[in-house]
């Protein structure tokens, strides 16, 4: 039986080489026009790639399109519309563009979705009535283009087939719009995004934002150099409370009897992130190469850029690396503490011989 070829062959085969820097673990639904290659030169840079280098050498702010859950009660979609819109305090907008304003517009936006929940006939107890999603930006984003561009992601993404409403909030420093949309389409289908769907949609909010001349990028975290995972908000949350997660104590359990034996238990993933991370830097370099050899003074400059970022990424370091790391010198620490102490001890018995004496 034949075994297929590993996962980085496939990439090196099917993309453009600079695509492989940018290019996600679960493939979009479509190609992005950055992953399309000159027929005439498929090995160089397209005006979209270039495009792409230049903003993530240039660190374009980065959009989050996040899942922040599901609705799957009629009881839970109206507590969940009434708390983004402040009680009918904001006004809401829905897929045909209409306002929904204050408590009688919230009560009729509730009212309708209800009766159309009441409909479904076909929908399992546990199967959603909406999917809830969040569109930001960093501090400092024109909140007014935020706005137009998730209301433009909503109508591209679903205005056809499912209805949605969204809702602006700016009680927080990063303005960001959630956009709730019903899981039944018009066609029959329910809405369920995986992996390669978030992305497609981070990179069409991202493209909306530049269209408003807001400077975006939806790039995965190891084209920064990234690997480490965000951690979940549950997990964010035990942790403010004082709680250690499963996640901490198991992993800590681990590391802490690795340090104590001496030896590092092998994790063949561990590997296969540091060599994924060796390509992408070296892609960011042959690339930086061949600018520079255009002769072309905007060519050579991002040249240097490419070559600084690629500098300036941070250290291939995994949760379990930084662990390690915090209780070596937790141990160091306490160690040098301890001889300190033998130190001080002896010290004092030497003074109390002398006084003897």
Do not use: C
């Amino acid at each position: 039986m034949s075994r297929r070829p590993s996962r980085p062959t496939d990439l090196a085969s099917e993309l453009p080489a600079i695509s492989y820097v940018w290019e996600t673990p679960n493939r979009r639904p479509r190609r992005a026009e950055w992953d399309i290659p000159d027929p005439a030169a498929p090995g160089r840079l397209t005006p979209a790639m270039r495009a792409k280098l230049e903003r993530i050498v240039r660190r374009a702010p980065e959009v989050m399109v996040k899942i922040t859950g599901r609705t799957k009660s009629v009881a839970h979609l109206r507590s969940h519309l009434a708390y983004i819109t402040r009680n009918g305090e904001l006004d809401a907008e829905t897929e045909q563009g209409a306002t929904q304003a204050g408590r009688s517009g919230l009560k009729d936006l509730q009212q309708r979705w209800e009766d159309d929940a009441g409909l479904d006939d076909k929908r399992r107890r546990d199967a959603s009535l909406s999917v809830n999603i969040i569109l930001s930006m960093p501090a400092g984003t024109d909140a007014v283009g935020v706005k137009n561009s998730a209301r433009a992601f909503a109508i591209e993404t679903f205005g056809y087939n499912h209805d949605y409403v969204f809702v602006q909030h700016l009680d927080n420093k990063h303005p960001h719009v959630h956009l709730t949309v019903r899981s039944l389409g018009q066609n029959g289908k329910r809405l369920n995004p995986r992996k390669a769907d978030l992305q497609a949609w981070r990179e069409r909010f991202a493209g909306e934002l530049r269209l408003r001349g807001i400077a975006a990028e939806a790039t995965p975290r190891r084209t920064r150099g990234r690997v480490r995972k965000a951690d979940r908000g549950v997990v964010l949350a035990m942790r403010k409370r004082k709680v250690t997660p499963d996640v901490d104590r198991l992993a800590r359990k681990e590391v802490l009897s690795e340090v104590r034996g001496g030896k590092t238990a092998k994790h063949p993933w561990d590997e296969q992130i540091k060599t994924r991370q060796d390509a992408i830097r070296q892609r960011y370099l042959e690339y930086a190469a061949e600018l520079q050899r255009s002769g072309v003074p905007a060519d050579q400059e991002l040249a240097r850029q490419v070559r600084q970022f690629v500098n300036d990424m941070p250290a291939v370091e995994t949760r379990r690396h930084v662990l390690k790391n915090e209780l070596s010198k937790l141990a160091d620490t306490r160690r040098r503490g301890a001889e300190q102490g033998v130190d001080a001890q002896r010290r004092d018995e030497k003074r109390g011989d002398e006084r003897t004496r």
